[in-house]
């Protein structure tokens, strides 16, 4: 068994396959621990899971997170339950952690390794690398949003012409900022919105989403672009203003999309961002990525057990990831539509404030349910 990537969903995949018995090589292309882009609020929907993995986040004093916060792009505050809610990790401790279990479970990690190609032939899967190929009888890509791959294959996200779903950018810091341990907040700006909430060691994780278009707008500076358009919320205004930051630049992400995607490719399984990207302001796509993972895992451990055949086992797996995630990622194209807007925004907060009903189920349907 072959892993491209090592985030949330290849780790997830390799410690469940390595404890079914297989033999796992995962190829990671950075070296751990390191940094990703990301919102850093994982739903509980995946709490227990990640505990049956085996790591103890009731003993990582992480803060829960019940409330969240919105804004519109002129400051204005609307407050919603979380019926479910999250906890706040960053990715640099989860993946970490993730990692070392998956090490003590003697997956093979190969790290500081970029996968160029992934080919079925003959019923294996040949996979070049920048440092050697290898073989396998099964593979999956967890690589995340975008990669040198997704080029390569030629996948019809990347075909798309740019447009308002597929060219994003994200931007994250981590700061020290006197914000409420069990919100997280979310405050609009014009064509985009930044989410704030803790996670470990009393730190926030800061991370926005906006378009290609208003980095080229403002010379391509992203502290010109904050000061142009984040600012212009006084909620963003007076967070960037007061916080301490942690790391000299932000970690920054181009061309995002949330375009659909297929769930394989080349009978490799696409699991995580590769296979779907929910839009950031749902606040799951961590969680959605491990439970792509434990359907994967489900299958893959019925094909190498030779219950079901290889077409099976890659049919299975794309209908049961799009009857539990495609209504999600749906859901969460439509609200990313009405942010980023100043009248449609204000709008479409008011109506979620006085429709206590419509909220809860918009807000439950993209927080999934306990696996």
């Given amino acids: ?13 390799s410690i469940l396959c390595a404890d079914a018995g297989y033999q796992v090589l995962l190829i990671e292309k950075e070296q751990y621990p390191f940094h990703k882009v990301c919102g850093e609020y994982v739903s509980m929907e995946s709490y227990d899971f990640i505990r049956r993995l085996g790591l103890p986040l009731h003993e990582m004093n992480l803060p829960v997170i019940n409330t969240l916060q919105l804004s519109d792009a002129k400051g204005r505050l609307y407050a919603f339950d979380l019926s479910l ?34 080919i079925f032939e003959k019923d294996k899967f040949i996979i070049h690398t920048t440092k050697e190929n290898y073989q396998a009888s099964v593979a999956a890509a967890a690589y995340g949003k975008r990669s040198n791959i997704d080029v390569k294959w030629q996948r019809e996200f990347i075909l798309t012409k740019p447009a308002k779903l597929n060219n994003y950018i994200g931007v994250k810091y981590h700061i020290r900022y006197a914000h409420p341990e069990n919100l997280i907040a979310l405050h609009n700006f014009k064509n985009g919105y930044c989410g704030i909430s803790k996670i470990e060691d009393e730190k926030c994780c800061l991370c926005y989403l906006t378009t290609a278009e208003n980095l080229q707008s403002n010379e391509n500076s992203i502290q010109q672009m904050e000061q142009q358009m984040l600012w212009k919320n006084p909620r963003l205004k007076e967070i960037f203003s007061n916080a301490e930051f942690l790391y000299k630049d932000p970690l920054v992400i181009s061309q995002i999309s949330f375009s659909q995607k297929s769930q394989s490719e080349n009978h490799i399984l696409m699991i995580g961002d590769a296979a779907g990207m929910i839009a950031p302001l749902c606040g799951n796509g961590m969680s959605m990525a491990m439970y792509a993972a434990k359907i994967a895992f489900e299958n893959i451990h019925l094909f190498l057990q030779k219950k079901i055949s290889a077409t099976q086992m890659e049919t299975k797996y794309k209908n049961e990831w799009r009857q539990l995630f495609q209504r999600r990622l749906f859901i ?28 809860e189920k918009i807000i439950r349907s993209t927080h999934g349910t306990a696996f």
């Fill in 85 to 118: 809610g999250g906890f706040g990790i960053s990715r640099f401790t989860l993946d970490n952690a993730l990692y070392q279990i998956a090490k003590s479970k003697q997956v093979e990690l190969v790290a500081q390794t970029k996968v160029l190609d992934m």
């Fill in 1 to 13: 068994m072959v892993i491209a990537g090592g985030g949330p969903a290849g780790l997830t995949l």
């Fill in 332 to 359: 969460g194209r439509s609200v990313q539509r009405f942010f980023g807007n100043n009248i449609s925004t204000s709008l479409f907060l008011k109506l979620m404030k006085s429709n206590k009903w419509l909220a």
